[in-house]
């Protein structure tokens, strides 16, 4: 599985890029096969005619369900979430692009990953990672479940997601509510920072938020015995969580 930041998908001159768009995969995904469909990696193949004014990349990382459901699981999250900003911000850095605003598309538990880094961005010692939360402007989140503070929801999208996902060897660990702890933690505390951007005085500092969702139950063919299980996907109850003034909400059959 790749990990890091790709090769720019689309890297227009700097006389033309006004923005920066990345793509971060959720759950057993990776930098591309997440975003194909019928041969066709769209954020490559399709957006760049859209939004030809964007540098568009992919970031990928080790996406096992056990990361975030697990006793060490608010290591591996912030992990993951240190490590993203910091390859954005390398290359930001060496592209002389530090400034130019960004927008994330996330999907699954990517978008948990991506609204941690955000959360850890404003306390970080270094500038260029902090100047990555303040250039945000824009998430989409694609399926991403956000449950607040409440860990008995988080511990029942974890075991929904562990029959979904998990290898044959995989335990499912014996208390799933204490292990959200990270988790609830970010869904507390994000749509906290979404609304001290929103009441900011500071020009642009909004960051807009779409959440993408489906509104009937996909059966997916498990891995154990063929049997049918339903796949986590984000409520109606998410965007309350996120509060209704900071997103808007797309569904989808």
């Known amino acids: 599985m790749s990990q890091g930041l790709s090769e720019p998908l689309s890297n227009p001159g ?18 591309k096969g997440t975003w194909t469909t019928f041969n066709t990696f769209w954020p490559r193949d399709l957006l760049p005619e859209i939004l030809p004014q964007a540098r568009i990349l992919s970031w990928g990382y080790d996406s096992k369900v056990i990361h975030f459901w697990a006793a060490p699981s608010q290591n591996m999250i912030n992990e993951h979430s240190s490590n993203l900003f910091a390859d954005l911000a390398s290359l930001r850095d060496s592209t002389n692009t530090s400034r130019r605003p960004i927008i994330f598309v996330a999907h699954s538990l990517g978008g948990i990953v991506c609204a941690n880094a955000l959360l850890l961005a404003g306390n970080s010692p270094e500038e260029p990672v902090r100047e990555i939360g303040k250039r945000t402007r824009g998430i989409a989140f694609l399926g991403t479940p956000f449950e607040g503070s409440d860990k008995a929801k988080w511990a029942e999208t974890g075991l929904r997601f562990f029959l979904l996902f998990k290898d044959t ?35 642009r500092s909004k960051i807009e938020v779409t959440c993408f969702c489906e509104e009937r139950r996909t059966k997916i063919l498990g891995l154990a015995g063929l049997e049918t299980v339903r796949h986590p996907q984000c409520t109606s109850e998410d965007t309350k969580v996120l509060r209704a003034r900071d997103t808007k909400r797309v569904t989808g059959a």
Do not use: C, M, Y
């Open 14 to 31: 700097d006389a033309i890029v006004e923005l920066s768009i990345v793509f971060i995969h959720g759950l057993q995904g990776d930098p």
């Open 169 to 203: 060897n995989d335990a499912i660990p014996t208390d799933l509510r204490e292990d959200s702890n990270k988790l609830s933690d970010v869904g507390e505390a994000f749509p906290d920072l979404l609304r001290r951007r929103r009441e900011s005085e500071e020009p």
